[in-house]
Structures are given as C-alpha cells and as structure tokens.
C-alpha cells in the first residue's frame, strides 16, 4: 500500500520538525485558553464542580492526543521535486498524494505567520487553475522555502501549458 503514495525514483524530502512544535504550541495554547474558561466558569459562574472536573480531564485528553497526532502528522508531510511535477504527500490517519505538474501552477506564494517566523519555518503554496487542487508543503525552512519558491517559479514559467 504504501507503493501507492511513493514517488517513482525519487526520494522523499521530509518538512522542518519545528513544524511540530510551532503546531504544538497552538495546539497548547488553544486548550489552555478552553481549561482557563472552563475554571473561571466553574470558580466564578455557572458551571458546578460535578461539570468542572470532568469537563477538564476531557481537555487534557484532547491534549495528549492532539500532541501524539501532531507528530504523526508532522512525520507524514513530504514532497519531491520530479523533472515535470511536484508530489506532496500529508496525513497521519487518511494519506493524500497531491501530483502538480509545473506546466499547470499559475502562481507561488510563501506564507508565514508570527509564530512560523520565530521558529524559521514557512509554508510554500502552488496554485492552479483548478479551485480543488490544495498544493502545499507546509514547515520548510525559510532557505528552502525561498529555493522551492523559486525553482517552481522557474519551472512553471519554462513548462507553462496554453490555458
């Protein structure tokens, strides 16, 4: 089965592991921001203590599943770079094999947010004509974010198909 999403003849290129913790920290910092409501409710409002405790030893286990997911995630995300298509490959549960050719990307972009910034990551996004393709390799580092960026670039322009 898992001939099914490898690329032929070319290796895997796994994203940056501080992918895993920028995702860990807003995984974090969404469930505590839920069990700190979920207090002051019980403390100030009116959630009684019978729904207060119950409800909180839910969100930690939200928490260490969401924590071991993240790096099953983490661990599935890759892409290699052929000489005329891009595969991405993504999902710990359900696997997604994403095939672009470069002669069908109309544009690049690269995105990163605050948090992706502080740990030197970003996120290379491949658009084409096709609303349904979702073409993005998220986690890279900012070198090889800027060098996937551009190559696409180049590539895209040099095998650019007649719309």
Request: aromatic share 8%.
């Amino acid at each position: 089965m898992d001939d099914l999403f490898a690329p032929p003849g070319t290796p895997w290129r796994r994203v940056s592991p501080a992918l895993g913790r920028v995702r860990r920290i807003v995984l974090a910092g969404v469930v505590g921001g839920l069990a700190v409501a979920v207090l002051l409710l019980g403390w100030l409002g009116p959630l009684p203590g019978l729904v207060t405790w119950p409800v909180l030893g839910l969100l930690v286990l939200v928490l260490v599943g969401g924590w071991v997911f993240v790096g099953r995630s983490v661990a599935r995300w890759g892409y290699a770079e052929r000489d005329e298509d891009l595969y991405i490959t993504h999902g710990a549960w359900v696997r997604r094999l994403v095939v672009v050719p470069y002669g069908r990307m109309q544009y690049v972009d690269v995105h990163a947010g605050p948090l992706d910034r502080a740990f030197g990551v970003a996120t290379v996004r491949l658009h084409t004509a096709s609303p349904a393709t979702s073409a993005h390799v998220p986690g890279l580092p900012a070198d090889e974010a800027a060098r996937l960026r551009d190559r696409l670039t180049s590539l895209g322009e040099a095998q650019a198909a007649g719309l």
